[in-house]
C-alpha cells in the first residue's frame, strides 16, 4: 500500500456525476428545493413516506412542503435542533419523548440517503470518477471522506471489478454483513488485472448510506443517542423492505448528520477517526477534494493539527474552484510551499 498519499474528500468532488435529469447530488441547504424538482408522483411519494418529518419542520420552521420546494432550507439546523432535544430529553429521562424524537431523527436520515441512493448507478458514466478511482486501486491510496454515498464505491467496481464495500476497503469490522449478489463486471472493457491492484483504504469519517445501526430498544424505551447497537454491512435498499421503527428496536443510518455539535463517540465511528490520524501522520501528500472547511467541522481541523505536529507536508493539492479556504488550511498544516491548484476532478486526473 501506497502510504505518502493520502486524499481529502468532501461533498463537491460529486459535481462530475451528473443524474438522469442532469442534476448532481444535493447540498445539504439546497436538499428539499432539489428533491421536489422530481416529478408529482416522486414529490407525494416523500410527503406521505417521511410525513413525521414534514410535520416536525412545520412545527418548528413553519413551513410547509410547498415552501420547501421553493426556498433553500438548511437542514443542518433541523438536524441539530433534533440532536439538542433528544439530548435534553435523556438528561431529563424523559424515555418516551427521546424515543419519538429518534424516530423522526432516524426516519430523516433515511430520506436523506434515499434520496443520494440512485446516484451511485451514474458514477460509472463519470469518466473522471472512474479514473481517479482506478488510480486510487494501482497505486493502493488511502481516501478520508466525508462523503456518505457509495458513489466512488461503486465507479471502483466498475473500473477494476473489484468490490470495494467491504471491512478490508473500509477499514473497519461489521458486526454483521448482508449483501446481495455482485454486479457482473464480465463485459466491461479495459478492467484492470486484479493482481496489479494494491490494497486500498475509504476511510468514511461521517459513516455511509450502506451501514445500519441497529438500536435495540428495552420495555422501558431506555435508548442512547450514541447507538451502541450492532452495525450492518448491507448493499441492500434496506429501507425499502424493512420498518425503519418497531416496537423491538430502531434501524438507524449509521451516519452523522450536518448537525452542529457532530458526536464521534459511537465506536466503528471513532475507530475510523483514530485510523485516519495514523495514515495523516504518515502521509507525504496531501490532496484536497471538494471540500472547504466550513465553521462546523472543526473536528476535522483538530484531526489535522495533531497530525501534522511537528513535521512537514510536502506537497499540497486543491482541487476545488473555490479557494477562499487555502490560506486557512495552509496555516493548520504549517505548509509554506507552493499549492498545486486543479479547478475540478477531471483537471487532476488528466
Known amino acids: 500500500m501506497r502510504e505518502d498519499t493520502v486524499y481529502l474528500i468532501g461533498a463537491g468532488i460529486n459535481k462530475c456525476i451528473k443524474g438522469e435529469d442532469g442534476m448532481s447530488p444535493p447540498l445539504s441547504k439546497s436538499f428539499f428545493s432539489t428533491l421536489f424538482k422530481n416529478d408529482k408522483c416522486v414529490k407525494e411519494y416523500y410527503i406521505n413516506k417521511f410525513s413525521a418529518v414534514f ?22 439546523e433541523c438536524f441539530t435542533l433534533l440532536q439538542l432535544q433528544i439530548l435534553e430529553a435523556l438528561d431529563e429521562k424523559r424515555y418516551l419523548d427521546a424515543y419519538e424524537l429518534i424516530k423522526i431523527n432516524s426516519l430523516f436520515k433515511v430520506m436523506f440517503i434515499e434520496n443520494l441512493y440512485p446516484f451511485q448507478k451514474f458514477a460509472k ?10 488510480r486510487i ?6 481516501v478520508i471522506t466525508f462523503n456518505y454515498d457509495c458513489n466512488l464505491e461503486n465507479a471502483i467496481e466498475y473500473a477494476t471489478g473489484v468490490s470495494a464495500q467491504n471491512s478490508q476497503c473500509y477499514g473497519v469490522c461489521f458486526d454483521e454483513v448482508k449483501m446481495e449478489e455482485e454486479y457482473n463486471f464480465i463485459n466491461i472493457k479495459d478492467k484492470v488485472n486484479n493482481e496489479s491492484l494494491k490494497n486500498f483504504e475509504i ?12 438500536i435495540e430498544l428495552k420495555d422501558d424505551k431506555k435508548i442512547s443517542i450514541e ?38 463517540r459511537q465506536k466503528l465511528i471513532h475507530s475510523i477517526w483514530k485510523k485516519a490520524k495514523d495514515k495523516l501522520k504518515s502521509c507525504k501528500e496531501l490532496v484536497i477534494i471538494g471540500y472547504s472547511f466550513p465553521i462546523t467541522d472543526f473536528s476535522i481541523k483538530k484531526l489535522l493539527l ?6 512537514e507536508l510536502e506537497k499540497l493539492i486543491w482541487v476545488n474552484p473555490n479557494t477562499t479556504a487555502i490560506e486557512d488550511v495552509k496555516r493548520i498544516l504549517h505548509y509554506n510551499k507552493p499549492i498545486i491548484l486543479c479547478s475540478c476532478l477531471e483537471e487532476l486526473v488528466t
Request: aromatic residues 14%; hydrophobic residues 35%.
Open 55 to 76: 410535520c416536525y419542520i412545520e412545527k418548528y420552521w413553519r413551513l410547509n412542503p410547498e415552501i420547501l420546494s421553493e426556498t433553500h432550507f438548511d437542514i443542518g
Open 125 to 134: 458514466e463519470s469518466s473522471a470518477m472512474v479514473a481517479f478511482a482506478k
Open 137 to 142: 486501486c494501482e497505486n493502493g491510496e488511502s
Open 203 to 214: 476511510l468514511k469519517l461521517h459513516g455511509s448510506l450502506n451501514w445500519v445501526n441497529y
Open 227 to 264: 447507538g451502541s447497537g450492532k452495525v450492518i454491512l448491507t448493499n441492500k435498499c434496506w429501507w425499502e423492505d424493512n420498518e425503519i421503527y418497531t416496537d423491538k428496536g430502531i434501524m438507524d443510518p449509521l451516519i452523522i448528520p450536518p448537525v452542529l455539535y457532530k458526536d464521534y
Open 306 to 311: 495533531e497530525s501534522f505536529q511537528g513535521r
